[in-house]
Every structure is written in structure tokens, then in C-alpha cells.
């Protein structure tokens, strides 16, 4: 994914009525609201391996302690969704609540159901509509309230609506009556990511209290909390600078809680980070908890986007051990696509995910770092026992009650079976997972087939008239799909590209679903370097196109089929 450009819609869901043709849609299963889920769900990568299946872009993962086929996901613009079978199928939880934007996700431990979640709204999504901060807030719904569940999902309450209005949570700790939400604009189209907090309610979230700046806690968005395994009541915190000069940008640091969020210790600062954090530039901390009194951190230079540092402790922050840092962000995406966690098996290993490989396939980047022996190897393709990796762009990792690690990415949620070692594999849990971003819908009404171009989800096509399955055609970020029902008597021509116009493909499809042609288009001139670029066909002859950019042109395009 892009960082630089948004996302206009969150899931793909259209009512039959909106369609030219709806015959085919109407064994579809209904959303709420009258809306047919038409998916994208999944989309089928080009390379055809089981495990390159795309679904969208999730941003926490909850596991159930006690049932390893029981798993929560909080997507960035797709809502909160629960799976009761391993991935195999997925129930939308949250299509009727005011944001599906979410930016936080977590359970409570003290429940011994595994059925109380919270769940905060917040924008985290790599792309949006056009460049500049003034368009953050086109990047997702609304940032309004926290979402507060004791059954599982089926009904929730709404929080904190006037404490959190328009503010993104990026970290939440539930623990009976006590809440501690902590408020962080991540994304690096954030007009400001030097705001935020960590607010904290003891009635159930009936009321909230900043806790910023008081109790030995210092002012400062807050980009990370996590609870202790073993305690019900130990917390901490990360705090990042709140501005340039004030706190200044060395005051990045870590607190702990022993009393749920009331009070907080200093536990790690500058002094503990050799220089990584520093008078330079902005840094934040994510933060990983396993037994033993284990944590971890990972600092992210907010500048370059990069992990810059990342440390173990194994005493609950007493004491810290430097790691060595994997390169694990060589896409400049750390802000969002960075994920650390702790093996609750051996707390030797920290594994921590990135964004993506710069050249083809483009992949996941992933490490096993060893504490015992001081070094990392990676989790991803030969590493495995099939040579299996999976969509890029991490943003959360979790272990399921059997030990195996789960990532979520832009792409959806995967498994890595045993990653301890080299013999694992990774598979994917998306089954029938819609949060697909899209930018472009088209509808072929020769070819009843609809065309989506989504962010971080290239530009694909559905396998069949009514499937909620569609297959990648341009891989990257699907920025484009517009198609022609008048050329070709009897059939549908697609136009479907990804950034910056590229992997420009003509797709012809007949009546029955058939693709007849694949093309590549050869432009006559390049309108020069616009991530999204407009394509418009003439509505009298089709096969006359538009194409704006530094460079507008008018392209004359003959399909063949």
C-alpha cells in the first residue's frame, strides 16, 4: 500500500437495485440496511498459491485463549468481524455502526467467557483521496466513540462519544469497570501526530478522565498499550513526543501501571534507546507483552518510517537488553506496517513484520529475532517448508491458543504454523472476509461481471456472475476500472490499472463470464506520475479515452474479441 494517497470506501456493498443487471445477485446474502454483500471475498493473487488470497486491510487481531478456531479482527475500514472456525468463514459484527473504521481492539482478561471487547474508531489506512493533510479525514469514517461488547459482538454500547470525537484510538485496555484508551494519529497523512493521549474511565466508560500529565504520566500521544499476561492490573504505556520543543522529541519513552492506569513509573527512556531516540526526529513505540514479566519495544523513526531500534526485557522494564534490528521497513511504512510480538513459548523470540520487499514478488517481510543468540532470520519463503509468504504491509501480530503465529496485513489475516522453526508454513484465514478499500466499481453489463480496483488490493474482476470471489488482474495498488458495453456486441471490455496508471490491462469478457482477451494497453504519451489518474471513456464511443494528469491526452483504443 501507498501511504501517501486515500481510500474512499471501506467495503464493497451494493444493492441489487444500484446494479444494471440484479437477476444474478439475488441469492446473495443480505447485509443490514437491504445491502447484498458482493465482496470482494477474497480475491484469488495472480500467482494461484493457496496462501495468496487478499481481503483487505486489518488492523488487530484478538485470539480466545481457550478455543484456537475463535479469533476477533478489528479491519481499517471494514468494521469488527468474529470467526468461530479457524478463518474458514468470518460474520460482520459492526456493519451498522456509525464508523467502521477501526483502530483498536482488545479483550478483556478478566472475563472468563472470552466475550468482553473493545473496540476503538480511528483512522490508520495507507492511502487517501488526494494529497494533502486537509483530506485525513476523507481517509475513513468517523473517529467518534469507543464500541463495547459482553456477548461476543452481537449487541455493543457506545463510549466515550464526547471525549473521543475526532480523535483516532489506537490502543485500548479493558479490565472490568476500568478502561484506559490511549489516542494516536498514526497515519503519516495525520495533520498532527504530535496530539493525543490516554484517557482512562473507572464506571464502565460512562465518564472518561485524562490521565496525560498527571499520576507520573506525561503529556504525549499515546502509540502502544499492553496488559501483563499475569496481571489483571499491570499496564504500560507508550508515550511519544507531544510536540518539537515542550516535551521535546527525545521525551518518547515507556511507563508502566500496577494499579490499572491510575499511576505510572518511567521504565524505559533515551537513556535505555543508545541514541535511537533522539533530538532528530519524532519517534514512537510499539510494545509486545509475553510471561514472565517479558516486553518488548520496537522504536519507528516517525520520519522515515523505519524500525530504528528494538529492545527485551525480560524483568517487566526493569532492566533491557538491545536487539539486533532486522531491516523490516524498507518501504518508508513503519508507522502503520510494523507488528512485534513475544513467543509465549520461549521468550528468547521476538518476531517482528514490516511493510514490503521493494522488487517482485513484493511480498511480506518477517523475522524470528533470537534474544539467546543475538540474531534474526526470517519466517518467509525458504524459511518455510513450501516456500509460502504471504500480502504484505503487517499491522498486527497475535498467537492463537495452539502456539501458531497470526499476522494480520493489508491484505487480510494469515497463520504461521510453527514459527519457531524452519518447517512452517503460512496459510491464509480469509475465507469469506469482505473489507476490501475501493476505490473504482464498474459493472459489465454484457458480462454481468462487476470490476473493483482497491487500495493495496490491486485491480481485479469477479469470477462469476453473483461469486463474491474475484481474480487479481493488475497487482499493487487498484486505482482504476472503468469498462465498455458498446464496441463489442455481446461483451464487456475492462479497463483496469493500478498507481501511477500502471499495469494498464484491457480485459475482454463474453456473456457468459468468459474472458476472450487479455491485453496489455500502450499508451501513446505518460501522464506523468499521478497515483490516481482519471480515466474516463466517451460515452458515445467507448473506445475513445480520457486520461488526466500532468499530461491530460485523449488515447484511441481499438478492442479486440
Request: no cysteine; hydrophobic share 35%; proline share 4%.
Amino acid at each position: 500500500g501507498n501511504s501517501m494517497y486515500p481510500k474512499r470506501l471501506s467495503r464493497l456493498a451494493l444493492t441489487g437495485a444500484l446494479l444494471l443487471s440484479t437477476a444474478a445477485y439475488l441469492g446473495s446474502p443480505a447485509r443490514a440496511g437491504g445491502y447484498v454483500n458482493l465482496g470482494p471475498a477474497p480475491e484469488q493473487g495472480n500467482s494461484g498459491n493457496a496462501y495468496d488470497a487478499y481481503s483487505g486491510a486489518v488492523n488487530a487481531i484478538v485470539t480466545d485463549p481457550a478455543d484456537a478456531n475463535t479469533m476477533y479482527i478489528g479491519a481499517v475500514n471494514g468494521g469488527v468481524w468474529v470467526t468461530h472456525d479457524g478463518g474458514k468463514t468470518w460474520t460482520a459484527l459492526t456493519d451498522s455502526q456509525l464508523s467502521l473504521s477501526i483502530g483498536s481492539l482488545s479483550a478483556d482478561p478478566t472475563d472468563a467467557t472470552h466475550k468482553t471487547l473493545i473496540a476503538g474508531t480511528g483512522l490508520s489506512s495507507n492511502g487517501f483521496v488526494a494529497a494533502g493533510g486537509a483530506t485525513y479525514a476523507s481517509s475513513g469514517g468517523l473517529r467518534t466513540r469507543l464500541l463495547y461488547t459482553t456477548d461476543g459482538g452481537p449487541t455493543w454500547s457506545h463510549l466515550g462519544a464526547t471525549t473521543f470525537a475526532g480523535q483516532s484510538v489506537g490502543s485500548v485496555a479493558v479490565r472490568g469497570n476500568t478502561i484506559v484508551a490511549g489516542t494516536y494519529e498514526e497515519s503519516s497523512n495525520a495533520p498532527s501526530q504530535t496530539t493525543g493521549g490516554l484517557y482512562r474511565s473507572t464506571d464502565g466508560g460512562a465518564t472518561f478522565t485524562s490521565i496525560s500529565g498527571t499520576g507520573g504520566l506525561p503529556t504525549g500521544p499515546i502509540t502502544s498499550i499492553v496488559g501483563d499476561p499475569a496481571s489483571t492490573t499491570k499496564l504500560y504505556a507508550a508515550v511519544t513526543a507531544p510536540d518539537a520543543t515542550g516535551g521535546g522529541k527525545n521525551s518518547t519513552s515507556i511507563y508502566v501501571s500496577s494499579d490499572t492506569g491510575a499511576t505510572w513509573s518511567q521504565v524505559f527512556a533515551t537513556a535505555d534507546a543508545g541514541g535511537k531516540i533522539n533530538t532528530t526526529d519524532q519517534t514512537k513505540i510499539k510494545l509486545a507483552t509475553g510471561p514472565g514479566g517479558a516486553l518488548a519495544a520496537g522504536i519507528v523513526d516517525v520520519v522515515t518510517g523505519k524500525l530504528t531500534g528494538l529492545y527485551l526485557s525480560k524483568n517487566s522494564g526493569t532492566t533491557w537488553t538491545a536487539l539486533p534490528v532486522p531491516t523490516v521497513n524498507p518501504g518508508g511504512q513503519g508507522n502503520t506496517n510494523l507488528a512485534i510480538a513475544i513467543d509465549p513459548n520461549n521468550t528468547n523470540y521476538v518476531y517482528v513484520t514490516g511493510d514490503a520487499l521493494q522488487t517482485s514478488p513484493y511480498t511480506l517481510i518477517a523475522y524470528r529475532v533470537d534474544a539467546g543468540t543475538s540474531s534474526f532470520t526470517s519466517i518467509t519463503d525458504a524459511h518455510t517448508g513450501n516456500n509460502s509468504t504471504v500480502h504484505p504491509d503487517s499491522r498486527a501480530l497475535a498467537f492463537d491458543a495452539n502456539g501458531q503465529l497470526i499476522v494480520s496485513t493489508d491484505g487480510g489475516v494469515y497463520m504461521r504454523s510453527q514459527p519457531q522453526s524452519d518447517t512452517g508454513v503460512w496459510t491464509q484465514l480469509n475465507g469469506n472476509l469482505s473489507a476490501i478499500e475501493a476505490y473504482q466499481v464498474a459493472y459489465g453489463a454484457n458480462s454481468h461481471l462487476l470490476g473493483v480496483a482497491a487500495q493495496d488490493n490491486s485491480a481485479m474482476i469477479e469470477t462469476s456472475a453473483g461469486s463474491v470471489k474475484y481474480n487479481e488482474i493488475s497487482g499493487g495498488d487498484g486505482t482504476m476500472v472503468t469498462v465498455n458495453d458498446k464496441t463489442l456486441t455481446g461483451k464487456s471490455v475492462y479497463y483496469l490499472a493500478v498507481q501511477n496508471l500502471g499495469g494498464l490491462t484491457r480485459v475482454t469478457v463474453d456473456s457468459a463470464g468468459n474472458t476472450v482477451a487479455t491485453d496489455t494497453v500502450n499508451l501513446s504519451i505518460t501522464p506523468n506520475g499521478n497515483f490516481y489518474t482519471p480515466v474516463v471513456l466517451n460515452q458515445i464511443n467507448p473506445s475513445l479515452i480520457a486520461i488526466g494528469g500532468t499530461n491530460g491526452f485523449l488515447h484511441p483504443d481499438r478492442p479486440r474479441g
